[in-house]
Each structure stands twice: as C-alpha cells, then as structure tokens.
Nanobody, 117 residues
Framework: QVQLVESGGGLVQAGGSLRLSCAASGSIFSINGMSWYRRAPGKQRELVAR???????NYADSVKGRFTISRDNAKNTVYLQMNSLKPEDTAVYYCQLDRAGVPISYWGKGTLVTVSS
C-alpha cells in the first residue's frame, strides 16, 4: 500500500504564492511518476503537473510559467510551488502516484487552496 499526505494549502490573495507538499510512504518503489491534480468547484478533476521517475515534467497550459513541480527523493516528497496565483486556481489539490506494473493509482485526500481576488 501507498500513503500520500498533502499539506500546504490555505487562503491566499491573488498574486500570492503557496507551496504544496506531498509526502509518500509505504510501498513506494517502481514509481512511474507523481502528479498534482485539482478539482475546482463544479468542475472535473484536471491534471496540473507531473514529474516522472526520470525527472521529466509537464504542466497544464493554465499553470505553465507559474507553477513548478519538484521532488526530494530522500524525503519521498513531491512539491508544487505555485506563484502568481489567480482566483481560478481555487480548488482542492490532490497528489497522485503511479507505479510500474500496478494498474491502479494512489491518491491523497487533498488540500484546499483558496485564492481571493
């Protein structure tokens, strides 16, 4: 089993910054990648950013240039640095992990980010 615990959410004004953390524990081997998703009120969940085991990253167009995903392998933690936040970034942010050869994904419980205008 894999456990993912997100932290770092909160209330911030537009233009501000937050850094989300996702700490992984348990059977964290053969990782393909880790991602941040978000679900805004009334909208479907969407991929925000992903980092692979090889260090490649990709981002949603809406956050390119503002968000940065990174990882600390020694701490089994993935981060999402969010700058220049906009009210439309308001959502619950979820951490996700997928492993090679395992047909399911693991999810955290989410952390709420609220950006006020």
């Amino acid at each position: 089993q894999v456990q993912l615990v997100e932290s770092g959410g909160g209330l911030v004004q537009a233009g501000g910054s937050l850094r989300l953390s996702c700490a992984a524990s348990g059977s964290i081997f053969s990782i393909n990648g880790m991602s941040w998703y978000r679900r805004a009120p009334g909208k479907q969940r969407e991929l925000v950013a992903r980092i692979t085991s090889g260090g490649s990253t990709n981002y949603a167009d809406s956050v390119k240039g503002r968000f940065t995903i990174s990882r600390d392998n020694a701490k089994n933690t993935v981060y999402l640095q969010m700058n220049s936040l906009k009210p439309e970034d308001t959502a619950v942010y979820y951490c996700q992990l997928d492993r090679a050869g395992v047909p399911i994904s693991y999810w955290g419980k989410g952390t709420l980010v609220t950006v006020s205008s």
